[in-house]
């Protein structure tokens, strides 16, 4: 019987500690932030998106190569997805560029 009873308590103990712990986690996006020039544009669960974006690129090439060097530049203070680019004719000679990605807490 105190066997039993002492791992009811040991697993009732775990089960505390572990809600107190996945709170703590989920509670993490306050502290995830963009650097190096992106911007926070979305909040979810445990994950943020960040994304840089200009326009009034006189040339596809200038903004292949914007977008290029922001993609590389691309980083946060968690785990994040692979930039994702995209280079588009906004106007007549003038281009715009855009990079994403997601920062997220990985538990």
């Known amino acids: 019987m105190k ?12 089960l505390a500690l572990s809600l107190l712990t996945a709170g703590m986690a989920s509670a993490g996006t306050a502290n995830l932030k963009c650097q190096n020039g992106f911007k926070k ?15 009034g690129f006189a040339t596809k090439n200038a903004a292949q ?7 590389k530049k691309a980083s946060c203070n968690a785990h994040m997805s692979a930039p994702q680019k995209k280079v588009w004719e906004k106007t007549t000679n003038s281009w715009a560029a855009r990079v994403t ?6 538990t």
Do not use: E, P, Q, Y
């Not at 066997?3 to 775990?14: H, M, Q, R, V, W």
């Not at 544009?41 to 326009?55: E, L, P, Q, Y």
């Open 3 to 14: 066997s039993l009873t002492l791992s009811g308590l040991i697993t009732a103990g775990l």
């Open 41 to 55: 544009v979305g909040t979810h669960a445990n994950s943020i998106d960040c994304k840089r974006f200009k326009s």
């Open 65 to 71: 190569k914007a977008a290029n060097r922001w993609k």
């Open 101 to 106: 990605f997601i920062c997220a807490n990985i």
